[in-house]
């Protein structure tokens, strides 16, 4: 399955600290965790010897470094995933099999990365404004929503509903048409530009309805980015910025968790007003996505009705298609 190659998110990196961190990823259960020097680690939840979950465990100080010792037997394993010490026969020395099941898993974007499967240094879902100086972070979520990971791709590209799932905010039913815009195909996904949307409060910091052009892309087949340049008269800064990442974890493939990373220009505001502006968006999203059905994506065009409007995500359900993805689809 070409998901599990893939890197996803699993957790904010800082909700990782001095003991085991459960998690779920592509129906997987997984533990997480930090060695003595800092570095995080991600295995298969499930002790090699009985089946306990790790995650039950703690973290232990052994022979001067950092392991992690099984809640059941006491089974202590090291950053590799080899057993080192099993208490109920001090002097056995476990063969180099004794070992628990590890995932590659890196930090990046303010979230722990998790690949099931895979070797080589397959690319993170890119995030340009990440590594911008200029642009103050922000993480937003995690959100926990009932439905497949392409679903809710498929929201954060669409502006149709803007007007009506976020009146008042994003949109308003009086000004609901949407403009003609570009899609183009890319490698990891699409790009869609010269989007556009009247909107009464387009960010956290809006003082005034405003135009707004958005571009958009999908970076990986459970990521995207948006960005947002709103009037600078609506927002009061000059040269105001904005980019969005979409980060979202597919549980199982009809749970998932999202996060949302905030790369803004404005470094003096504050960054609860963020979070509570995409609280109420997301909020907003929430009860209609759980409602679509089926929860899992057709990929078949003619399982829904489509018009001009959905050319972005049109071409989205035929590049997840082409890249052979069945988890979260039907």
């Known amino acids: 399955m070409i998901e599990r190659q893939l890197w996803h998110p699993v957790v904010l990196a800082d909700e990782v600290a001095a ?38 465990g703690r973290v232990v100080t052994c022979d001067g470094g950092a392991a992690l010792e099984c809640p059941y037997h006491g089974w202590r394993f090291e950053p590799g995933g080899r057993c080192i010490h099993v208490p109920a026969l001090p002097d056995f020395v476990p063969p180099a099999t004794h070992r628990a099941a590890t995932h590659a898993a890196v930090e990046a974007q303010g979230l722990v990365w998790v690949r099931l499967e895979g070797e080589g240094d397959a690319a993170l879902p890119a995030f340009e404004a990440e590594d911008d100086a200029g642009m103050r972070k922000i993480s937003c979520g995690p959100y ?9 791709v498929e929201n954060f590209l669409d502006m149709a509903h803007f007007g009506f799932v976020h009146e008042g905010w994003l949109g308003a039913r009086e000004m609901a048409v949407i403009d003609d815009y570009r899609v183009e195909a890319t490698p990891d996904g699409l790009r869609a530009t010269g989007c556009k949307a009247w909107q009464p409060q387009s960010t956290a910091h809006s003082t005034a309805p405003a135009q707004v052009e958005y571009g958009y892309e999908v970076t990986a087949p459970y990521a995207a ?11 009061g800064i000059d040269g105001y910025r904005e980019s969005i990442a979409l980060q979202i974890c597919p549980v199982d493939a009809e749970r998932s968790r999202v996060w949302f990373r905030f790369a803004t220009s404005d470094f003096e505001r504050d960054a609860a007003s963020v979070r509570a502006f995409q609280d109420t968006i997301f909020l907003q999203d929430k009860p209609v996505l759980e409602s679509q059905a089926p929860k ?14 959905d050319k972005a995500s049109s071409l989205y359900r035929r590049h997840l298609k082409m890249r052979g993805i069945t988890f979260g689809v039907c």
């Open 225 to 235: 980015v948006l960005t947002k340049v709103p009037e600078a008269s609506s927002v």
């Open 19 to 56: 003991a085991p961190v459960a998690v779920r990823l592509l129906g997987d259960k997984l533990v997480l965790w930090r060695d003595g020097a800092g570095a995080v680690h991600a295995w298969a939840d499930r002790c090699p010897h009985r089946g306990a979950q790790l995650s039950l």
């Open 144 to 152: 926990d929503v009932e439905t497949s990971a392409p679903r809710l």
């Open 296 to 309: 899992r994506l057709p990929l078949d065009l003619r399982a829904e009705l489509h018009t001009v409007a």
